[in-house]
């Protein structure tokens, strides 16, 4: 069982920087590979990026590459989503997902989600 909490999102101005952050708890969260998704008013949740467990593979959404990176610390039983240039249709509620590996189809824990906001 995993639980995750999300944090770090407000309201900030375009071009402006975020970092979002993800703590889980759970023994296993070390091998889990772990997501960030979003979800913007009256669209459809979206995935943004994920990483392996050991950090060595990243995968990005087109709409955000060269913009967002994602990191862990598994150490600190975390992951974090550093949001660059941002653009007022980044604005979304951004969830945090885990899976217990890659052949997983489908991101069975998630947290709350965190808001946030780009104004122009």
């Known amino acids: 069982q995993v639980q995750l909490v999300e944090s770090g999102g407000g309201l900030v101005q375009a071009g402006d920087s975020l970092r979002l952050s993800c703590a889980a708890s759970?023994?296993?969260?070390?091998?889990?590979?772990m997501a960030w998704f979003r979800q913007a008013p009256g669209k459809e949740r979206e995935f943004v990026s994920n990483?392996?467990?050991?950090?060595?593979?990243?995968y990005y959404a087109d709409s955000v590459k060269d913009r967002f990176t994602i990191s862990r610390n598994n150490a600190k039983n975390s992951v974090y989503l550093q949001m660059n240039s941002l653009r007022p249709e980044d604005t979304a509620v951004y969830y945090c997902a885990a899976k217990p590996s890659s052949t997983f189809k489908d991101y069975g824990y998630w947290g709350q989600g965190t808001q946030v906001t780009v104004s122009s």
């Open positions: 990483i392996t467990w050991n950090g060595e593979n990243t």
């Open positions: 759970g023994r296993s969260f070390s091998s889990y590979v």
